[in-house]
């Protein structure tokens, strides 16, 4: 299923509504690299709370995806990973280090908005 | 309630692992358990997929010491692994992805074993125990 992006202000948000394929990441991989170099986008925010299994490979299309965004000039952040999902990812050495994760999407925006910024 | 999912295309994969945590939620498997058995599924599924091109995933339910097990048997007639050892180390992986999943559904579940020829296919059994009584 196709993962629905939407524009709030200066943030693209890409919020994941159901289990996601090989092809359904690498599609997103790519409309975000795409859509983060549109002028006045500083912040990429994925909301992946209705994910129940985050594996190896999910888990490197989503640090592929901070690197490029960071590289199209905005940050990303990774909201709302369960619990369970997690500790399995810890369990398979799937730490997404370098990648900025916040609990929800209202935090996930506060920690793009930053300090002092508006 | 033995469940068998053919994998040939990554929609599959997403298949097997709701499945196993179906079967999982079924059995009495915690919350946990149920997200860490679906993940181990995913990995042993996807390297079907990956160096197979093709094969099966069957789930079965399974009862011992007073528990229920669930055990995930990953088949596919693929190349096969030449050296097991090898294919279970970290960050190992001759398909240029992270190499965690053997190594990672191992540590998932209870036991991992690896029936494998070169030539004529792999076998993945793996297993995972309750922590409740059945």
């Known amino acids: 299923m196709r993962v629905p992006v939407l524009r709030q202000g200066g943030c693209l948000i890409a919020s994941v509504q159901d289990a996601l394929t090989d092809s359904d990441l690498r599609d997103l991989q790519h409309r975000l690299a795409e859509h983060a170099g549109e002028s006045g986008v500083h912040g990429v925010v994925i909301d992946v709370t209705v994910l129940d299994v985050i594996d190896s490979f999910a888990s490197r299309i989503v640090s592929t995806i901070a690197s490029t965004v960071r590289l199209r000039g905005a940050d990303a952040v990774i909201v709302g990973i369960q619990p369970e999902v997690a500790f399995a990812m810890v369990q398979l050495g799937l730490t997404l280090d370098g990648v900025r994760t916040a609990l929800d999407l209202d935090e996930g925006l506060a920690l793009l908005r930053g300090p002092g910024d508006r | ?134």
């Open chain 2, 1 to 134: 309630m033995e469940n068998h999912i053919a994998i040939t295309g990554d929609v599959d994969i997403v298949t097997a692992r709701s499945r196993a945590k179906d079967m999982a939620a079924e059995l009495g498997f915690s919350r946990t358990d149920q997200t860490v058995i679906a993940a181990a599924v995913s990995e042993v599924a996807r390297n079907i997929l990956v160096y197979a091109g093709s094969g099966e995933i069957c789930l079965q339910p399974r009862r011992g010491n007073g528990r229920w097990g669930l055990v995930a048997v990953a088949s596919d007639q693929g190349p096969g692994i030449p050296d097991i050892d090898q294919a279970l180390t970290e960050g190992y992986s001759t398909a240029g992805s992270l190499g965690v999943g053997l190594s990672g559904a191992r540590r998932l579940m209870d036991s991992l074993e690896i029936d494998s020829e070169v030539g004529r296919g792999t076998t993945v059994t793996m297993c995972k125990w309750s922590h409740q009584r059945a």
